[in-house]
């Protein structure tokens, strides 16, 4: 088999730029995406003959459009995706304007739904392929201050599992990677922080981003055995939909699926019985 062809969007720093490595570590072809012409250089040292930069901005159709005619040129096919590039947006949802809310769903979301379409008729004609969307575990549990990205992330992971279902049967494996906190730039320069002015949010939104700024540097995840994840579960003959990356993530899933099901559990007396009885439907059909 030829050397599997990797698209990784957002690869000048954190993630993006750690998966570029372990790709081309692996003798595999990495093209990594940048925004700025100068980037292309420093990615392509890290493998001069299995690195291929190429310019991307996954809001703009054009540069989508260019980097599918470069694939079909040079490669003639993609065998992995991962929808890497993204940010994040802070603020209380009452205090973020409307054009940000527009930005965050145009990149995390829409931009993804772009990538998606470029790779996959490369995959349907060789009936194979892995694509990754990095999601968060914010795309699994709402928190205060992190309204908007969490919307952003919960409607990828919803796309994500519907495309898992629509292409598993020809041989499209769709997963959804979650990381916790890890050691990137994601709450420093690539965030946006919307402050607040409303005395309210003090102790919930305000309180959150306040920490997420204090935790920024110092977190627990290693991007670089996150990088290693992300390419082994390609590897795999049936990988997971979802894979959560670190301890807190695991953490906060097993929290949130307990919090689920007892809230279900408790309120099922209101919003099971909505159905018609057989009574009913005898009478409304």
Known sequence: M???VWLITGCSTGFGRELVKVVAGKGEIAIGTVRRKEQIADLEAINPELVKGVILDVQKQDTIDQTAAIIAKE???LDVLVNNAGYGTLGPIEETKEDEIQRQFDVNVFGCVRMMKLALPFMRKQRSGNI??????AGLNGFPGVG???GSKFALEGIGEALAAETKHIGIKVTNIEPGPFRTDWAGRSATYNESSIDEYNETANKNMESI?????NQVGDPIKAANAMYEVTTLDEPPVHLPLGGPAYKRVGIRLQEFKEEVE???HLGKPTDYTEEELEKVD
Do not use: P
């Open 75 to 77: 490669f003639g096919r």
């Open 2 to 4: 030829s050397k599997r």
């Open 132 to 137: 990754l969307n990095i999601t968060s575990i």
């Open 213 to 217: 700024r204090e935790v920024s540097g």
């Open 148 to 150: 908007i990205y969490n």
């Open 266 to 268: 408790k309120f099922e």
